[in-house]
């Protein structure tokens, strides 16, 4: 493992010893030049061999120091192209914020690298205050892989209600609950 970025407060917590692991075998904050004015952690994920590991289920996990419930932190797809971009995919970091980032979706424990942030002063161009970037390397570790789980997408609403449409389900609806009450005082009537 090699923690460049040590000196910028950034840590690797690594993930329990097990047969297999996502380990951060690499950190490092970006030069001004590779950076050019962004604010992200580009995350490459690799196979044992050095390959780029191309398992459509992994996602990047993240999340920052004193994420409210309310805020949303979704994970990261790893579907950047092999040439042109910095990583496989990428997380913002948004000022001020003390990020955590960590691969999940194949069942096996992952290492986090905790505590990137963009709050440094100015370097130069590329990076300037607010607009740092990290590079960070998950290489899966030799072993037996548990069968990831299946990923459940939450239904997404496909239409949409009109306040008329929702007045007139309303009145079927108490029209419905009128005709109950009528017969329940015919049932007490007897």
Known sequence: MTNLAAAYGVTIQ???ETVAAWRA???RRLTGAQNQGKHNVFIKVLAPNGDRDRNGNLRIM??????RPDELAPPALLDKPD???LGHGNVPINKNQVLSVWIQGDGIASDRVVGMRTNFPDEGPGNTWGHYSYEVIFQRSQGVVV???VVVEPEKPTDTVTKAEFLIVA????KQVDELFATIKRWDGD
């Open 171 to 174: 009145n079927a609806l108490q």
């Open 147 to 149: 069968e990831p789980p």
């Open 83 to 85: 040439r042109g971009e």
């Open 25 to 27: 075998t690499s950190v």
């Open 14 to 16: 690594p993930a329990p």
């Open 62 to 67: 993240w999340t920052w120091e004193g994420k």
